[in-house]
């Protein structure tokens, strides 16, 4: 049976959230596509879960380092967690009958102040032009949104699954071990 270390998933999870980031950067000029304040939202954070996937993944070490590995997935799995729950919101925004709900109109929240903000510091990356409940465009049935949903949700599952492999004790070390049931050699 193979056995898949923690260290592997976390380099894989930084790779595919890093992939998802470049394609929604490259995606938007080159398609003309209009990303609204939850997009941008999702696309920070796939920013941020590859950045932690990175550090998990480098710190996966044995010693002192993996309590900071460990603070960083905890980390990767709150924010996939909040990018499921995002990605989820804008999937029924875009569900709904058209002109019967909308995200703009009320005071702004957290997200849109954050995506603001960041739209002032960079507009290249972080500008929000776009409306949440627009589908702009669609791959195998599945709006952007929806694929986001999928990639948070199988980023969340493969995460927990390295974290909780790696809590584990090692039983690469336990072989090793002298055993109740084996008598111990007696050099001569």
Not at 13 to 29: G, K
Not at 117 to 143: H, K, N, R
């Amino acid at each position: 049976m193979i056995r898949l270390a923690p260290r592997p998933v976390w380099i894989l999870l930084a790779l595919i959230t890093a992939a998802t980031a470049l394609a929604s950067l490259v995606l938007t000029p080159w398609l003309d596509l209009d990303p609204c304040h939850l997009c941008i939202f999702e696309r920070t954070l796939f920013m941020l879960l590859a950045l932690l996937a990175t550090l998990t993944a480098a710190l996966w070490r044995p010693d002192w380092r993996r309590f900071v590995a460990r603070a960083s997935a905890l980390l990767f799995l709150a924010l996939a967690a909040l990018g499921s729950g995002v990605a989820a919101y804008q999937s029924w925004l875009q569900w709904q009958p058209v002109d019967t709900i909308s995200c703009i109109g009320g005071p702004p929240g957290p997200i849109e102040r954050l995506v603001e903000w960041l739209g002032q510091q960079m507009p290249a990356l972080f500008l929000a032009s776009g409306f949440c409940e627009d589908t702009e465009l669609v791959i195998l049935g599945l709006s952007l949104a929806n694929l986001a949903f999928v990639v948070f949700g199988a980023a969340l599952a493969a995460g927990i699954w390295a974290l909780w492999r790696g809590w584990r004790p090692s039983q690469e070390g336990l072989d090793r071990l002298p055993s109740a049931n084996k008598p111990e050699r007696q050099n001569a």
